[in-house]
């Protein structure tokens, strides 16, 4: 099936930086979803977004919809130890009980 | 947050046994449930989609006499994975949705077979 373009792959960084990761699509969405997937676990949501341009933060993450609503940004501030994980972007055409079509994944590691 | 639980986290069991793995939603109604299976470093697929009371769709390539689907509540989906052999080992995920409500995930089930 369709997947979501997300990038990075994968990142690298150490305690204390800035993270950025982004995902994009071909074809609109009218919702967009931000995962956290740690390792033997299901995905834990982390923000979603309803409308395009929406900026929205939950602590030291922000998510953006874009306006063209073909894509959408997240942002971690100040990365610690239990950021690592793995991130998945998920768009939806409508809020509700439609399937998710989900990025590729962003795997972040934190170097000691 | 909402919480949907799943069960059991995990299943080792030999080729031939069929397994059923549950999925509730504990703090609201679920009308919509999803099941995805999840191979090692890789997204989550999309196996089928099932609403309360009806048959549920599933996804091109998905055996539905495979891996069968109830979703008899608005709190309980389970997907039974029949006669299993060991190319249906994976991580099985369900996640659910519901009025004014994103979609949820379990924790997941690890399902070995010998």
């Known amino acids: 099936g369709q997947q979501l373009n997300q990038s990075p792959q994968s990142m690298f960084i150490q305690e204390g930086e800035d993270v950025s990761m982004n995902c994009t699509s071909s074809s609109i969405f009218n919702t967009w979803l931000w995962y956290k997937q740690d390792p033997g676990e299901g995905p834990v949501l982390l923000i979603a977004?309803?409308?395009?341009?929406e900026l929205t933060s939950n602590g030291r993450l922000t998510a953006q919809f874009g306006i063209t609503r073909k894509d959408s940004f997240l942002n971690i501030s100040a990365s610690i130890p239990s950021d690592v994980g793995i991130y998945f972007c998920?768009?939806?055409?409508?809020?509700?009980?439609?399937?998710?079509?989900f990025g590729t994944g962003t795997r972040l590691t934190i170097i000691p | 947050g909402a919480v949907v639980s799943q069960h059991p986290s995990r299943v080792i069991c030999k080729s031939g046994t069929s397994v059923k793995i549950e999925c509730r939603s504990l703090d609201f109604q679920a009308t919509t449930m999803f099941w995805y299976r999840q191979f090692p470093k890789q997204s989550l697929m999309l196996m089928a989609t099932s609403n309360e009371g009806s048959k549920a769709t599933y996804e091109q390539g998905v055996e539905k006499d495979k891996f069968l689907i109830n979703h008899a509540s608005l709190t309980l989906s389970t997907l039974t994975v029949t006669s299993a052999h060991p190319e249906d080992s994976s991580f099985y995920i369900c996640?659910?949705?519901?009025?004014?409500?994103?979609?949820?995930f379990g924790d997941g089930t690890r399902l070995s077979i010998l």
């Open positions: 977004l309803y409308k395009a341009g």
């Open positions: 998920a768009g939806q055409t409508n809020f509700g009980n439609e399937k998710l079509t």
């Open positions: 996640s659910a949705s519901g009025h004014n409500q994103p979609q949820h």
